[in-house]
């Protein structure tokens, strides 16, 4: 199955754009890369997700890879708020429905 | 729009007893998944409801179980409560669009803790 290795933890300055990286390098074809955020004691937030180009929403920007075994999440413009916990998932692995979360990488944004 | 609502928020069990929790998905969200979330363990997917028939299945044992009704809402129950039990019990929903997986929504969780 598409496992996914992300960094335990990160910090980035307040106005900083963060960069998180995220590994997946046995995902297949058709297999999408989807990426929430967990603000402590809160349910984890949907952000973004992508399958081969790169996508931007007003949270996020995604880059995926052209080899697509890795991504990476643009927080363009962190700030405090942006301190949480982010989750790069592959929930389709191998025809089977995983969507596992992991630990995730612990984002903070400081001043 | 109403968010995904999950009750109770807080639950304190003894072991060997069972616990319902119930979850109101979205309006118009057919699927309903639950999660538990432990210090040790991260967030785990434990299974997915659609259509009142479970769909997807994590790797749990039996004593989790749950259901789901005519109006997407669900419960999940846990039977003969165990320690390792105590965890943050999160309810997600989604639109069953044309992908197998579309972008789920959480609830805020109930915390639940087993003496």
């Known amino acids: 199955d598409a496992k996914t290795t992300q960094p335990t933890s990160m910090d980035c300055a307040e106005g900083r754009a963060a960069n998180l990286p995220c590994n997946h390098s046995?995902?297949?074809?058709?297999?999408?890369v989807y990426w929430y955020r967990q603000i402590h004691s809160q349910g984890p937030q949907y952000i973004i997700h992508?399958?081969?180009n790169n996508e931007t929403n007003e949270m996020a920007s995604l880059i995926i890879t052209e080899d697509r075994k890795s991504s990476t999440l643009i927080l363009p413009h962190a700030t405090l708020r942006d301190t949480a916990v982010y989750y790069c998932?592959?929930?389709?692995?191998?025809?089977?429905?995983?969507?596992?979360f992991g630990r995730g990488t612990s984002l903070i944004v400081h001043p | 729009k109403a968010g995904v609502t999950q009750t109770p928020r807080y639950l304190i069990k003894t072991r060997g007893q069972q616990v319902t929790l119930s979850c109101s998905p979205i309006?118009?969200?057919?699927?309903v998944s639950w999660y538990q979330q432990t210090p040790g363990q991260g967030l785990q997917f434990l299974f997915e409801?659609?259509?009142?028939?479970?769909?997807n299945k994590g790797n749990f044992p039996g004593r989790f179980s749950g259901r789901q009704f005519s109006n997407s809402r669900s419960e999940m129950n846990v039977s003969t409560l165990e320690l390792g039990d105590s965890a943050l019990y999160l309810c997600?929903?989604?639109?069953?669009?044309?992908?197998?997986?579309?972008?789920?929504?959480f609830g805020p969780g109930t915390r639940l803790t087993v003496l």
């Open positions: 046995t995902i297949s074809g058709n297999e999408y």
């Open positions: 998932i592959v929930p389709l692995s191998g025809g089977s429905y995983i969507p596992t």
């Open positions: 409801y659609f259509s009142e028939t479970q769909r």
């Open positions: 309006s118009g969200h057919r699927s």
């Open positions: 997600a929903s989604s639109l069953d669009g044309n992908r197998i997986y579309n972008e789920q929504f």
């Open positions: 992508g399958l081969k």
